[in-house]
């Protein structure tokens, strides 16, 4: 039995909370959060111990989960490491690049498994796509919600771009050559819309645009790719694969000829990968403790978090000169 312990119950913990209840072998021992009114009302709800301090909990436990504000993620998870505990952290792993940086070191030097929250990996839309050959040379993400209070302490690049970051980086076997970027403080005091443009060394050119300030959600991904076109909604959960073929594919599609530039035909074929049902939060905790379990590299390991991260600070520096020149 793994014995797991929360830290931070706010909007998002008390989600992984009730996750974990449903979770095979593994055991809830308590959670810590400073707020008191948070804590009398999670202990009571959810009939678990509320630990007086980080350590005593971290001390109690085998595995913990840090889904606290990211400026305590580095404390947290620092102090678990080095007492041998695996961790589970919420993106971004760390609030500064040094911090990022420690954190890697310090889980390289240990025996324990780290993974990181970006959960849009586990999101059954982009999982359907598990069996496809993704070799994407041009990637369109949009990614707008609606204003909420909660999490604008941090910029919309920390906030909800870093989710596509992750993703284009998990596809695009390539470094990054060049990156601009645009980006306005709207409603906060950091930036609230922001537009991106990164150069892979390959070739690649992912757009990526992210807004907490619409009118409607929209969370959708767009790859273009020798012969294919795929379309992943992230939000409706809906997947898409259009390819041009040289023959007619022999499983269920709809297809149809076409006319292609030169003379001669080819079959544009359309498909929709079946996207299973699931929840993304509980998928990526799972697999967490299977790879705890089989002693396998975790979905998103600490390198992993650490390039999302990297890839948004460096954002975040070409926003912040681009408005001190202007």
């Known amino acids: 039995m793994l014995r797991v312990g929360i830290f931070g119950t706010g909007h998002l913990g008390k989600f992984h909370l009730n996750n974990w209840k449903e979770i095979e072998g ?21 009939g678990i111990r509320r630990y007086p301090t980080e350590d005593a909990l971290i001390d109690a436990c085998d595995l913990i989960d840090v889904v606290s504000p990211t400026n305590w993620h580095f404390a947290t ?29 310090l889980v390289q030097e240990s025996n324990v498994k780290l993974q990181v929250g970006h959960v849009e990996r586990f999101n059954p839309a982009f999982m359907a796509l598990d069996k496809e050959r993704l070799a ?71 757009n990526l645009t992210s807004s907490r300030i619409s009118l409607k959600k929209m969370r959708k991904m767009r790859l273009f790719q020798k012969d294919a076109y795929i379309s992943v909604d992230f939000l409706d959960k809906k997947t898409e694969v259009i390819r041009l073929l040289d023959e007619a594919p022999s499983e269920a599609a709809m297809s149809f000829p076409i006319e292609v530039p ?6 544009l074929s359309i498909q929709n990968p079946q996207v299973e049902g699931g929840n993304a939060i509980r998928a990526e905790l799972q697999a967490f403790v299977d790879a705890i379990r089989n002693n396998t590299r975790t979905v998103v390991n600490e390198i992993d978090g650490f390039r999302a991260m990297e890839v948004a600070h460096q ?12």
């Open 77 to 105: 998870c620092a102090a678990a490491i080095r007492k041998g505990r695996h961790v589970f952290v919420e993106k971004p792993m760390a609030h500064t690049m040094e911090e990022g940086r420690q954190l890697v070191q």
């Open 315 to 326: 954002i975040l520096q070409k926003i912040h000169a681009n408005l001190s020149t202007s």
């Open 26 to 46: 593994t055991e809830i021992v308590g959670f810590y959060d400073p707020n008191d009114a948070t804590a009398d009302v999670v202990a009571a709800e959810h």
């Open 262 to 267: 030169g003379g001669g035909t080819r079959t």
């Open 136 to 206: 994407p040379m041009f990637i369109e993400v949009h990614r707008l919600a609606q204003f909420n209070p909660r999490g604008t302490e941090v910029s919309v690049i920390l906030d909800l771009m870093i989710h596509d970051i992750d993703i284009v980086l998990s596809m695009v076997k390539s470094d990054v050559k060049s990156l601009s970027a645009s980006g306005v403080a709207v409603l906060t005091d950091t930036p609230d819309i922001a537009n991106v443009r990164i150069e892979f060394n390959n070739g690649c050119v992912a």
